[in-house]
């Protein structure tokens, strides 16, 4: 059984910067491929940005490519997201999550998909 814990969540101003990391708990981490969704009241999670557990693959949403990166360190067990350039649509919660047995390049993008998810870090952003 994964446990995964998110942190680095706060509340910025636009244009600021943060970055968020999933510790993850447990024996398996490195063949899982994890991500980032996020979530405001009344929507569903959304998918943010995904890795796969090589590494080899990655994919962001639109709405964050270029601004967003994510990145693993599969010796710490963690993930990470880099956030730049934040805007206020970026407010949500945010939730790592992981999927096992996709593969060394498999990557999902629905929620539903991944087995494991972190408890939320809240993340705001003041114009």
């Known amino acids: 059984q994964e446990q995964l814990i998110e942190s680095g969540g706060g509340s910025v101003q636009a244009g600021d910067s943060l970055r968020l990391s999933c510790e993850a708990s447990?024996?398996?981490?490195?063949?899982?491929?994890t991500a980032w969704f996020r979530q405001t009241p009344g929507n569903e999670r959304e998918f943010v940005a995904g890795v796969s557990y090589s590494g080899g693959n990655i994919y962001y949403a639109d709405s964050v490519r270029g601004r967003f990166t994510i990145s693993r360190d599969n010796a710490k067990e963690t993930t990470y997201l880099q956030m730049n350039n934040l805007k206020p649509e970026d407010t949500a919660v945010y939730y790592c999550a992981a999927d096992k047995g996709r593969g060394a390049y498999g990557l999902a993008y629905y929620a539903h998909e991944y087995d494991y998810w972190g408890q939320g870090t809240r993340v705001t952003v003041s114009s």
């Open positions: 447990g024996r398996a981490f490195t063949i899982y491929a």
